[in-house]
């Protein structure tokens, strides 16, 4: 359960704030209640969460869309929870971000700057 605290309310404050604005991005040490504080922010919001769990070697293609094959063996492309919360808008948690290389990261700019991706 949420038990609401001063400090939390100020959090959430600079949260509605900054996406008054704009995108945002929730940083912090582990176990310190970040996901508790998303969860309020999307109940808010009414916004549906995507979350996506991130590993070191994941490409950047890997970052937009996973390859599959389907039973007839052909090749099929699925989107991952990024495209998905950016095609539906919804909030998209990454959790992990700071295990990605830069190479990868970097392909995340043109959505956040151009709201555009290339698939």
């Given at each position: 359960t949420f038990i609401n605290t001063p400090y939390h309310d100020q959090l959430?404050?600079?949260?509605?704030?900054?996406h008054s604005i704009g995108d945002f991005c929730l940083i912090g040490p582990k176990g310190c209640g970040k996901s508790l504080l998303i969860d309020r922010f999307a109940l808010l919001f009414n916004y549906e969460i995507e979350h996506f769990v991130l590993y070191k070697d994941l490409s950047a293609r890997e970052l937009l869309q996973q390859r599959l094959t389907n039973e007839k063996g052909d090749t099929i492309?699925?989107?991952t929870p990024l495209v998905q919360a950016a095609l539906h808008g919804r909030l998209l948690v990454l959790d992990g971000i700071h295990r990605l290389n830069n190479d990868t990261l970097v392909s995340l700019q043109r959505l956040i700057q151009d709201r555009e991706l290339l698939l």
């Open positions: 959430l404050m600079d949260l509605i704030f900054s492309w699925q989107n």
